[in-house]
């Protein structure tokens, strides 16, 4: 006896209505999780699901552009309290995986200790909101520094933006998208955002970049005589020679509008991120930039991976403090992987972030 049916009747076309109900329910609940999935996907990338997909993709925003005839956005800080200014540099944690959220608790513990005037995060900190929003609070809520935040190759502009309102003190925390000098007590420091290439950067649409007369255009309003001045960019400006900072297995990967801009703007230290191999540089120096040519250094990445170098050298963790006493520039590389005791001040999110298990 077939159920639902009556003895000796033909109910075939009854069964198969049931057969292709289940059937139909097996194949459309699955694709609608997908198709759920992949809408989410799109929009967190900044994109329209919507849209024509064989249509060109919407470019990311030129965060770096300064309008015509206008001078960039500026913040006038009294930094340094005399002579000196002392810069923390962080970058490239690519998020809070393994030991990079420790990591960059004992990066806010160095720039404590060395009394840093300014924390400049130069991109590359987080993809996903949440842990860029808890990177953010863990360097620099509550703490006694100025906060200067750019997008890099990885964070979204809205991301980048609702991370840093969550901290609330907007004269202590800048966003390095719109606030493109902060003057101190020894000149400017100027902000260079995003990458050079959509397809250099990992948030997509919602990403940030920047066009060459971008960086030409904050050259030419730097160029103003004699005064020390400070250039802060994700990417790192094409150099030479075996020192420099911007070398990859070898290769000079700097960007080559951005050399071309700090040489024409005659820059006297520029701090940059993306180069991972830049850990493996000088572990400190000092320079003097009266008698040789601009100080270039990277930042190194904060993320808790291993960088290997050719002589064997390993970093696993790395970020930088300056101290800069026109024309006279000190820094030390912290290496962030020792065993060095997370700072006692740290915020509310770090701690809430370590209990969930993480």
């Known amino acids: 006896m077939r159920f639902g049916c009556a003895p000796r009747s033909n109910c075939t076309a009854d069964v198969s209505g049931v057969m292709t109900a289940r059937t139909a329910a097996y194949i459309v609940l699955p694709a609608a999780v997908v198709i759920g999935a992949t809408l989410a996907w799109l929009q967190s990338r900044g994109l329209s699901p919507f849209t024509d997909p064989f249509a060109e993709p ?20 009294d930094l340094g309290g005399g002579d000196t200014l002392t810069i923390g540099a962080i970058a490239d944690a690519r998020g809070l995986e393994g030991d990079t959220a420790a990591n960059l608790g004992a990066a806010r513990a160095a720039f404590r200790d060395h009394e840093v005037d300014l924390v400049i995060a130069l991109g590359g900190i987080a993809e996903d909101a949440d842990d860029l929003r808890r990177a953010y609070a863990t360097l620099a809520d509550g703490a006694p520094w100025v906060f200067l935040a750019l997008p890099g190759d990885r964070e979204t502009l809205a991301d980048h933006r609702a991370a840093l309102a969550a901290l609330g003190d ?3 925390v800048l966003d390095g998208a719109e606030v493109r000098v902060v003057t101190t007590g020894i000149g400017p420091v100027a902000t260079l955002p995003g990458a050079p290439h959509a397809s250099q950067s990992v948030a997509g649409a919602g990403g940030c970049v920047f066009e060459r007369e971008d960086a030409h255009g ?17 990417v790192p400006p094409r150099q030479r020679g075996a020192r420099a900072s911007d070398i990859v297995r070898g290769v000079h990967v700097g ?8 040489q024409s703007a005659n820059v006297d230290l520029v701090v940059h991120a993306q180069v991972d191999e830049a850990a493996l540089g000088e572990t400190e120096g000092t320079r003097r930039t009266d008698i040789g040519d601009r100080v270039t250094v990277g930042a190194g990445p904060a993320e808790a991976l291993p960088v290997y170098g050719e002589t064997g050298r390993v970093a696993s963790g790395s970020a930088l403090v300056l101290h800069v006493t026109p024309p006279r520039i000190e820094w030390e ?21 370590q209990d969930s298990g993480h």
Do not use: K, M, N
């Open 58 to 77: 919407r470019d990311p925003h030129r965060c770096a552009e300064i309008a015509d005839g206008q001078p960039p956005p500026a913040a006038d800080l």
């Open 333 to 353: 590389r912290i290496d962030l992987a020792s065993d060095r005791p997370l700072s006692p001040d740290l915020p509310r999110a770090y701690s809430d972030w």
């Open 255 to 262: 960007d080559p509008a951005v050399g071309e801009a700090v």
């Open 170 to 172: 907007s004269t202590r």
């Open 218 to 234: 904050l050259a030419d309003w730097l160029d103003t005589g004699d005064e020390f001045s400070i250039w802060a960019s994700y």
